[in-house]
């Protein structure tokens, strides 16, 4: 392997072993101006965004749920064996009650929250709230009634105009959005025009839900803070306020329900009983009359004041022993309603007390969680546990109770028994008395019973207050959360960096032609041999015509790098071909050649492109007699050799007239005739073959060069030719195979450099010619600057 193999190869190696950042940096920081004008244009961007967007502020509000671990009356080792005193549970219930819809939507109704009332003065428009010249009240929706809108104006204080129409005030209005009434305040503004839209209330409540947040102080803590996010601070500060208001309403309501149904049943027993006292007393006062009696003896006063407190005891038992039948059968048709909880009046055990307290408010939690999550869901399943398991403990102590109750029972009709047989004994008439005097005295003290009970509930109901309590009132930040104008310029700021590079990336990702050396090596092992940057001079012999040139200094770093793959004096001739035309293949052949005679040598170019000749017409050489007239054997060899004027000691074959079947000439032996001429009379030669991707011509020439120059152009060539040159080099088609990468772009592309990759700094060390664009040679080379 040659110098030149080794060199490359070893290069290739080191930029596929370590990545080159500088290289893959490079297409950005090329584009650096578009990129800071992207920059400028998105921050200039984010800066309007956030003027025109509406600011919000943070509503807060802090609440107290008072903390329900206390032992209920000695029964706290039952129930925390239940695990009925949760506190998180607790709190994750309460958060799911405040963000229920029932109570968001009886917020929005106090606050009727259904119209928006919206300022167009300025620019930007804002919603109202508070102090408005009137009110609008949809009466009757339609189907357009939230997605249109309504100017309105007050003109005084009977008149109102909507959408340019008078219409008079607290009437009911037809109008495209449904039937309307505008009301006035006691603040008019006869100036002021407000734009009115009216809200679905389930969207309101969604918004709302969605953004209410309640977040605990900790986990330990029973202190919640509830923020909105609101473009009205009074809204949002009237709407935190009322949402702890009709929160604690609801408490007070679900937690007084049994204590209401208490007291209803005590009323209803009062009036069956004050019916039932009013007949006995009567009859008592009949029976005083009709027999003449003024009053009983005195032993039978103090018998009859025993028998009343025996019977009044019996009387407390069976309402006792009732309320326990019903406990029992509410627990046996397994109802889950904290509403048809039976009452639990006259009950003085605690351990069961406080168990159907827990029953009713663990009842109570799973009904107001089953409204906005599913049976399926674990809290609610938590909560069916427990249910499950207190009415098992409130069974079995219920079951201990009425054994107890009913032994009294039984020791209190013994009693009334031996009292019976001591009323035998009394006289008939004072017996007679005795009786409906008791009957009267059992109605009394069940009545006086009652009305004692009653002022209980009473005052237990009036007393009744939920287990929270607000520490701070809502209050509205000073100034708006959102938008956070930092953030807004940081993301546009990004967006400004982003969009461009994308698109360079993009560009890069779906450009399929090469436009680095990297883009070469990574498919081929090919050496690459020079690299020829762009020019546009119009001079198709820029060595001679430019050789201070950037361009006439790379053709001589090629025509250096000749000796090491071309050592030996007998070789001499140089194959030039590429993929396709226009990769710039004549002009460096044809430069190469007059650097090499420069230098001394003799040097001739042979233009064997038979069908697409060019070199002549740059040249502006004679073509009526050339290389295919040879080959038919019509001229001569020394006949068709032709100086070149740009360069002394450069000659040229031009191709000739254009042959019909340029491939049969090339093969008919002729060729090889001339070539061995040449190398007697040339130090060098040159073979300017056409495209090898287009037709077969050079391959056919490949055996007689002694080194392939393969040119590919940036920008040109596309990537997947490149796998084309690989299978050339594996099969060996082409002698010692080198690539040109030509038109490289030094000031605008990386990767490419003089020599391997070295290149000269600018500054004015090369002298550039200024030529005039879209001249012959710029057209016939096709050296578009990329």
């Known amino acids: 392997m040659s110098i030149i193999e080794d060199i490359n190869n070893n290069h290739k190696e080191q930029d596929i072993n370590q990545p080159d950042l500088r290289e893959a940096l490079f297409p950005y920081i090329r584009q650096w101006k578009w990129i800071i004008v992207s920059v400028i244009f998105f921050v200039i961007l984010g800066y309007l965004y956030a003027k025109l967007s509406t600011p919000l502020y943070k509503i807060e509000t802090d609440l107290l749920i008072k903390d329900n671990k206390k032992d209920v009356g000695g029964s706290s080792d039952l129930l925390k064996d239940l695990n009925l005193f949760s506190s998180d549970k607790i709190i994750d219930n309460e958060i799911q009650i405040l963000k229920s819809k029932t109570i968001i939507q009886n917020v929005i109704d106090t606050l009727k929250l259904q119209t928006s009332y919206i300022n167009i003065d300025g620019i930007r428009k804002r919603e109202e709230y508070g102090y408005l010249p009137f009110t609008v009240e949809l009466l009757t929706p339609t189907s357009k009634s939230y997605l249109s809108t309504l100017l309105v104006q007050m003109i005084n204080d009977k008149e109102v105009e909507v959408n340019g129409k008078k219409f008079p005030a607290n009437n009911p209005i037809q109008t495209d959005c449904g039937i309307i009434i505008v009301k006035p305040t ?24 969605m953004n209410l947040r309640i977040d605990p102080v900790s986990k330990q803590a029973t202190v919640l803070i509830i923020t909105l996010e609101d473009a009205v601070p009074e809204r949002g500060v009237a709407f935190l306020n009322s949402l702890v208001e009709e929160y604690n309403h609801e408490a007070v309501i679900d937690k007084n ?17 004050s019916q039932e006292l009013n007949t006995v007393e ?21 018998f009859l004041q025993n028998v009343g407190d025996n019977d009044n005891e019996l009387n407390k038992v069976s309402v006792r022993i009732s309320v326990l039948k019903n406990l029992k059968e509410y627990i046996r048709k397994n109802i889950d309603d904290p509403s048809t909880l039976p009452s639990m009046l006259g009950i003085d055990d605690p351990t069961l007390l406080g168990l159907v307290s827990q029953l009713g408010e663990i009842e109570l939690k799973k009904l107001s969680l089953l409204q906005t999550v599913t049976e399926t869901n674990p809290l609610v399943t938590t909560y069916t546990d427990q249910i499950i398991a207190l009415k098992k403990a409130i069974v079995l102590s219920v079951d201990n109770l009425e054994q107890g109750l009913n032994v009294t029972q039984q020791q209190l009709q013994s009693k009334n028994k031996e009292f019976e047989g001591i009323i035998k004994k009394v006289p008939s008439k004072e017996r007679g008395l005795l009786d409906v005097m008791r009957k009267q005295e059992i109605q009394n003290n069940l009545y006086t019973y009652l009305l004692q009970k009653r002022e209980e509930t009473a005052m237990q109901l009036a007393s009744g207050v939920a287990d929270s309590r607000i520490i701070d009132l809502a209050r509205s930040s000073k100034s708006p959360v959102k938008p956070v104008k930092n953030i807004i310029y940081l993301i546009f700021f990004i967006i400004g960096v982003v969009f461009p590079t994308a698109i360079i990336y993009l560009k890069g990702l779906l450009n399929f032609k090469i436009n680095r050396r990297s883009d070469v090596e990574r498919v081929t092992r090919v050496p690459i041999l020079a690299e020829i940057s762009y020019s546009n001079t119009s001079d198709a012999v820029v060595v001679s015509s430019n050789p201070r040139s950037m361009v006439a200094e790379q053709i001589r770093s090629l025509r250096t790098n000749l000796q ?9 001739v140089i194959l030039f071909t590429s993929s396709m035309s226009g990769e710039g293949k004549s002009f460096v052949s044809l430069n190469l050649g007059a ?48 100086p070149i004027k740009q360069q002394e000691g450069y000659s ?62 940036h920008n040109y060539t596309a990537k997947n030719q490149i796998s084309a040159i690989e299978g050339f080099f594996i099969n060996k088609k082409f002698t010692r195979l080198n690539l040109i990468i030509n038109s490289t772009d030094l000031q605008h592309g990386y990767g490419y450099g003089y020599g391997y990759g070295y290149g000269y700094g600018y500054g004015g060390y090369y002298q550039e010619d200024i030529s005039q664009n879209g001249s012959l040679v710029s057209k016939l080379f096709k050296r578009k600057k990329v």
């Open 652 to 713: 040229i074959i031009t191709s000739g007239p254009i042959p019909p079947n340029p491939a049969e000439l090339l093969v008919n032996g002729h060729i090889e005739t001339l070539l061995d001429q040449l190398r007697e009379d040339y130090d060098y030669i040159i073979l300017d073959a056409p495209p090898v991707g287009l037709v077969t011509d050079a391959q056919i020439l490949s055996s007689y060069a002694d080194a392939t120059m393969f040119i590919v152009r």
């Open 186 to 209: 006691t603040t008019p503004n006869y100036k002021k025009v407000l734009e009115i839209k009216f809200n679905d209330t389930a969207d309101l409540i969604q918004n709302y839900s």
């Open 595 to 642: 650097s090499i005679a420069m230098s001394g040598k003799k040097v001739i170019i042979l233009e064997l492109d038979l069908r697409k000749p060019k070199l002549n017409i740059a040249l502006e050489v004679d073509n009526e007699y050339g290389l295919s007239n040879y080959l038919i054997g019509k001229v001569s060899y020394h006949d068709i050799i032709k």
């Open 282 to 302: 009567k009859n008592v006062e009949q029976y005083k009359s009709s027999n003449s009696l003024t009053d009983v003896s005195e032993e039978s006063k103090v």
């Open 257 to 273: 329900k049994e204590t209401s149904k208490t007291l209803n049943f005590i009323n209803d027993r009062l009036e069956v009983i």
């Open 564 to 572: 090491f793959i071309m050592p030996e004096a007998k070789q001499k």
